[in-house]
């Protein structure tokens, strides 16, 4: 009837994660890096240390349909000892996404 690991409610709701973000998140590649805006705000993401001005480079993990969770991974210190840490946002908070090159 119903698999193990898939959200059973999923298609009685089916655009519970609607908008642009989620859209594309939900057909994005693990390791795909974005630059992250959210909603009510006019600049992406930094997550640097003190007042980093820098966008951070988050690398997409995965998104989750059932609760609308994306998760990503970020470096805390780019160029420093890596000091790698999770992200994890509601798509529908997100207001865009920059896509960054793959690298070859």
Same mark, same amino acid.
């Given at each position: 009837?119903?698999?193990?690991?898939?959200?059973?409610?999923?298609?009685?709701?089916?655009?519970?994660?609607?908008?642009?973000?989620?859209?594309?998140?939900?057909?994005?590649?693990?390791?795909?890096?974005?630059?992250?805006? +959210?909603?009510?705000?006019?600049?992406?993401?930094? +997550?640097?240390?003190?007042?980093?001005?820098?966008?951070?480079?988050?690398?997409?993990?995965?998104?989750?349909?059932?609760?609308?969770?994306? /998760?990503?991974?970020?470096?805390?210190?780019?160029?420093?000892?890596?000091?790698?840490?999770?992200?994890?946002?509601?798509?529908?908070? /997100?207001?865009?996404?920059?896509? +960054?090159?793959?690298?070859?």
């Amino acid at each position: 009837m119903f698999g193990l690991g898939k959200c059973w409610w999923c298609e009685l709701l089916p655009l519970a994660c609607e908008g642009c973000a989620c859209s594309i998140l939900r057909n994005a590649r693990e390791g795909q890096e974005f630059l992250i805006m +959210l909603k009510g705000t006019a600049e992406f993401l930094a +997550l640097g240390p003190g007042q980093s001005p820098q966008a951070t480079e988050f690398s997409f993990v995965r998104f989750k349909e059932e609760s609308c969770c994306a /998760i990503f991974t970020f470096s805390q210190q780019p160029g420093a000892v890596p000091a790698e840490r999770e992200f994890i946002i509601d798509c529908r908070s /997100i207001a865009a996404l920059s896509p +960054l090159p793959f690298p070859l």
